[in-house]
């Protein structure tokens, strides 16, 4: 036998190994072979010890279960015990209370000496009852109770039989009397709620009246409330003359406005009676009804009620409102806080929602508007032409959001580079040097929002590498319009600084040849070291004017035109556009568009099999640089909208004030930043279907 073998980096010594023993016989423990039957198990053990177990809990419980049931009913005894002693002690006293009022009614006609030194008597046994509680005071209280005993006995010895018959004659009374209570409560109970009734309809009508008066019959009131607790029958007669006179009082004061009285008794009869009969009758279709018809129907009158207390309170609010008051020229000139221009602000827009209620008199909604166009100016710091044209595309509700979130950049974006990397390859990256971020959204598959990061995002390792590019969300939907596929003729006509450029690169998978377009030679920079850093093969970068490029080439199957505009949907980036822009800015940028997008129709080839497609986008919301532009090029050339494929946002313009634009430009999308969350943008897609140009 050799040495073994040890891979743990241990030196193995050398040399012979040990020679090899003769292998002994083999040796069994006791019990394997022949099986020790006295000896039990281990397992036959443990069930030997749960058996036992199971033997002694009966006995235990059965012990215990004794034990509680002596202990509850001695507990019980204890409670009957002293259950009988306060019976006992309560027939006691009224047995004592009884033979008092015995004695007491014999001994009227006595002298009043005699009386006054009884009731002593008596008040001093009622005190001993209530605070003895020892026995030697208890055999005094028994000693006076004998001693008055033996007079009432020795003074009633020859009327004995007369006094009985008195006795047996007043418990009958006792009994009638407490029968006819019970009904004059019954009486009293029935008086009281038509009593409430009538008095709650008066004073209803008698709200005006004097506070004297109010307070004597208030005071009167809780008297008369107070007696008839406390009286007895003797004094209930006296309260119900009382009352029978301050009745006659109310009705000789209330002579006078008899004629103002709406309610009645009979009134509030038949009013009763039609609930009634309206509550039986919903018992008895319910009664038809299944329990999920029943709760349906409870659901109903609650959403009913709420809806109805919602109104009111609406009605109520309306009714309240301090109604605008329209500033003069001299307070809009001292203006110095802009809390109080914020506030003037909202009170003009809900003067203006609702005009003709709460318009002042004499004063025209011209007025209104441009008090508030001139707030709105001072508040945001927009220029007066700027204002006025978001004014006429907005509704005023609408306009504020849009100026609110006009002040806000949007959160930043970066787009995936599909030639590199995968997004979720990317994200994982990202995340781990401590980047916080999401997807933008089901629209994209290569779009992350960035929340937060430790790291700048435009140093990162994977920034250079060429992983992503720092992209807008609204950036994204141009080339998704476009669709670009492999093996196409693309031109991108404006393609500073280059985001565009490499997606459609990416999209095209480095296949084909796109031709990145621009007029600034230095801007053109930008797009070279992006190109190079994504990795982007396929790109031509040329320097000619986006109008004069139909001389230069033609025969494209798609074309981009991002188009250069006044930036109104990107403010928040660039606030220099609130006082910059004016009218001729516009004009300019409009024409410009115009000679762009029909330079851009020329160069496509409409026999295209794949293409034939013109996108056209812009970073502003204003229609004479959009559904203008679009309207202009279905007139001059042989092109029309096809539907951009984006799942949200707003449809454009068919109509802007008194302009109405081709039908199709439903088809058309637009987004706006404080609707989409991301910058406002204009997208169109157009298809080109003859290369002939009309009128010429």
Same mark, same amino acid.
């Given at each position: 036998?050799?040495?073994?073998?040890?891979?743990?980096?241990?030196?193995?010594?050398?040399?012979?190994?040990?020679?090899?023993?003769?292998?002994?016989?083999?040796?069994?423990?006791?019990?394997?072979?022949?099986?020790?039957?006295?000896?039990?198990?281990?397992?036959?053990?443990?069930?030997?010890?749960?058996?036992?177990?199971?033997?002694?809990?009966?006995?235990?419980?059965?012990?215990?279960?004794?034990?509680?049931?002596?202990?509850?009913?001695?507990?019980?005894?204890?409670?009957?015990?002293?259950?009988?002693?306060?019976?006992?002690?309560?027939?006691?006293?009224?047995?004592?209370?009884?033979?008092?009022?015995?004695?007491?009614?014999?001994?009227?006609?006595?002298?009043?000496?005699?009386?006054?030194? &009884?009731?002593?008597?008596?008040?001093?046994?009622?005190?001993?009852?209530? &605070?003895?509680?020892?026995?030697?005071?208890?055999?005094?209280?028994?000693?006076?109770?004998?001693?008055?005993?033996?007079?009432?006995?020795?003074?009633?010895?020859? &009327?004995?039989?007369?006094?009985?018959?008195?006795?047996?004659?007043?418990?009958?009374?006792?009994?009638?009397?407490?029968?006819?209570?019970?009904?004059?409560?019954?009486?009293?109970?029935?008086?009281?709620? !038509?009593?409430?009734?009538?008095?709650?309809?008066?004073?209803?009508?008698?709200?005006?009246?004097?506070?004297?008066?109010?307070?004597? &019959?208030?005071?009167?009131?809780?008297?008369?409330?107070?007696?008839?607790?406390?009286?007895?029958?003797?004094?209930?007669?006296?309260? #119900?003359?009382?009352?029978?006179?301050?009745?006659?009082?109310?009705?000789?004061?209330?002579?006078?406005?008899?004629?103002?009285? $709406?309610?009645?008794?009979?009134?509030?009869?038949?009013?009763?009676?039609?609930? *009634?009969?309206?509550?039986?009758?919903?018992?008895?279709?319910?009664?038809?009804?299944?329990?999920?018809?029943?709760?349906?129907?409870?659901?109903?009158?609650?959403?009913?009620?709420?809806?109805?207390?919602?109104?009111?309170?609406?009605?109520?609010?309306? #009714?309240?409102?301090?109604?605008?008051?329209?500033?003069?020229?001299?307070?809009?000139?001292?203006? $110095?806080?802009?809390?109080?221009?914020?506030?003037?602000?909202?009170?003009?827009?809900?003067?203006?929602?609702?005009?003709?209620?709460?318009?002042?008199?004499?004063?025209?909604?011209?007025?209104?508007?441009?008090?508030?166009?001139?707030?709105? *100016?001072?508040?945001?710091?927009?220029?007066?032409?700027?204002?006025?044209?978001?004014?006429?595309?907005?509704?005023?509700?609408?306009?504020?959001?849009?100026?609110?979130?006009?002040?806000?950049?949007?959160?930043?974006?970066?787009?995936?580079?599909?030639?590199?990397?995968?997004?979720?390859?990317?994200?994982?990256?990202?995340?781990?040097?401590?980047?916080?971020?999401?997807?933008?959204?089901?629209? +994209?598959?290569?779009?992350?929002?960035?929340?937060?990061?430790?790291?700048?995002?435009?140093?990162?390792?994977?920034?250079?590498?060429?992983?992503?590019?720092?992209?807008?969300?609204?950036?994204?939907?141009?080339?998704?319009?476009?669709?670009?596929?492999?093996?196409?003729?693309?031109?991108?006509?404006?393609?500073?600084?280059?985001?565009?450029?490499?997606?459609? #690169?990416?999209?095209?998978?480095?296949?084909?040849?796109?031709?990145?377009?621009?007029?600034? !030679?230095?801007?053109?920079?930008?797009?070279?070291?992006?190109?190079?850093?994504?990795?982007?093969?396929?790109?031509?970068?040329?320097?000619?004017?986006?109008?004069?490029?139909?001389?230069?080439?033609?025969?494209?199957?798609?074309?981009?035109?991002?188009?250069?505009? $006044?930036?109104?949907?990107?403010?928040?980036?660039?606030?220099?556009?609130?006082?910059?822009?004016?009218?001729?800015?516009?004009?300019?940028?409009?024409?410009?568009?115009?000679?762009?997008?029909?330079?851009?129709?020329?160069?496509?080839?409409?026999?295209?099999?794949?293409?034939?497609?013109?996108?056209?986008?812009? *970073?502003?919301?204003?229609?004479?640089?959009?559904?203008?532009?679009?309207?202009?090029?279905?007139?001059?050339?042989?092109?029309?909208?096809?539907?951009?494929?984006?799942?949200?946002?707003?449809?454009?313009? $068919?109509?802007?004030?008194?302009?109405?634009?081709?039908?199709?430009?439903?088809? +058309?999308?637009?987004?706006?930043?404080?609707?989409?969350?991301?910058?406002?943008?204009?997208? #169109?897609?157009?298809?080109?279907?003859?290369?002939?140009?009309?009128?010429?």
């Amino acid at each position: 036998m050799g040495r073994k073998a040890k891979f743990d980096g241990t030196q193995v010594p050398t040399g012979r190994g040990k020679k090899v023993k003769k292998q002994s016989d083999p040796t069994f423990p006791q019990g394997v072979l022949v099986k020790d039957i006295n000896k039990l198990s281990r397992r036959q053990k443990q069930r030997l010890q749960k058996k036992l177990l199971k033997q002694q809990q009966p006995q235990k419980n059965t012990k215990i279960k004794n034990i509680l049931k002596k202990e509850e009913n001695s507990k019980e005894k204890q409670i009957q015990l002293k259950n009988e002693e306060n019976i006992s002690k309560k027939l006691k006293k009224k047995n004592e209370k009884k033979f008092k009022s015995a004695i007491n009614n014999n001994y009227q006609n006595e002298d009043d000496e005699e009386e006054a030194d &009884d009731n002593i008597t008596d008040v001093h046994m009622e005190q001993d009852e209530e &605070d003895m509680d020892d026995d030697s005071d208890q055999m005094h209280l028994a000693a006076k109770l004998k001693k008055s005993k033996q007079k009432f006995l020795n003074n009633t010895k020859g &009327d004995s039989e007369e006094n009985t018959k008195i006795l047996l004659k007043k418990k009958e009374n006792s009994k009638k009397q407490i029968q006819l209570k019970s009904e004059k409560n019954i009486s009293k109970k029935l008086k009281k709620k !038509k009593e409430k009734k009538f008095k709650s309809a008066i004073n209803n009508n008698y709200q005006n009246e004097d506070d004297e008066e109010e307070d004597d &019959d208030n005071i009167t009131d809780v008297q008369m409330e107070q007696d008839e607790e406390d009286m007895d029958d003797d004094d209930q007669l006296h309260f #119900a003359a009382k009352f029978k006179k301050s009745k006659q009082k109310f009705l000789n004061n209330a002579e006078s406005d008899s004629e103002e009285m $709406t309610f009645s008794e009979e009134e509030f009869i038949d009013d009763e009676q039609i609930e *009634c009969n309206e509550e039986t009758d919903n018992k008895s279709d319910d009664d038809d009804l299944l329990p999920i018809e029943k709760i349906n129907k409870k659901l109903k009158k609650k959403k009913q009620e709420e809806e109805k207390y919602a109104q009111e309170e609406m009605d109520n609010m309306i #009714a309240h409102q301090s109604v605008f008051s329209f500033p003069t020229e001299e307070e809009l000139a001292n203006v $110095t806080n802009l809390k109080d221009i914020q506030q003037r602000i909202r009170d003009v827009i809900i003067v203006l929602s609702d005009f003709k209620r709460l318009r002042e008199k004499n004063r025209s909604r011209s007025e209104y508007t441009e008090l508030l166009r001139r707030d709105l *100016c001072t508040y945001y710091s927009y220029n007066n032409f700027l204002m006025e044209k978001l004014m006429q595309i907005f509704p005023l509700d609408e306009l504020l959001e849009f100026l609110e979130a006009s002040e806000v950049e949007r959160p930043m974006t970066i787009r995936t580079n599909t030639l590199k990397t995968r997004r979720r390859d990317l994200a994982e990256a990202l995340i781990s040097r401590g980047v916080n971020l999401d997807p933008i959204g089901k629209w +994209t598959k290569v779009g992350l929002v960035v929340y937060s990061s430790q790291v700048p995002m435009g140093a990162t390792p994977e920034y250079l590498a060429g992983h992503y590019i720092i992209q807008g969300a609204a950036s994204f939907l141009p080339v998704m319009v476009l669709e670009p596929r492999e093996n196409e003729r693309i031109l991108d006509m404006c393609a500073a600084p280059g985001g565009k450029t490499s997606h459609i #690169a990416a999209l095209m998978k480095n296949t084909g040849i796109l031709f990145a377009n621009d007029v600034n !030679k230095d801007r053109l920079k930008a797009v070279v070291g992006n190109l190079h850093r994504i990795g982007v093969v396929n790109s031509i970068i040329c320097n000619y004017d986006g109008r004069q490029f139909p001389t230069i080439m033609k025969g494209f199957d798609r074309v981009l035109l991002d188009a250069p505009c $006044t930036g109104t949907g990107v403010i928040a980036k660039d606030l220099s556009v609130k006082t910059n822009k004016e009218e001729v800015d516009i004009q300019r940028c409009c024409t410009l568009q115009r000679e762009l997008l029909l330079a851009a129709i020329d160069c496509v080839n409409a026999r295209s099999e794949t293409g034939g497609i013109i996108v056209y986008s812009t *970073c502003s919301i204003l229609p004479e640089e959009n559904e203008w532009i679009i309207d202009y090029a279905l007139k001059k050339r042989n092109v029309k909208l096809l539907p951009t494929g984006l799942e949200f946002g707003a449809d454009g313009f $068919t109509s802007y004030r008194q302009h109405r634009f081709h039908p199709s430009l439903k088809l +058309t999308k637009r987004y706006y930043p404080h609707v989409h969350n991301m910058y406002g943008f204009f997208v #169109a897609k157009l298809k080109k279907f003859s290369n002939v140009i009309p009128n010429q």
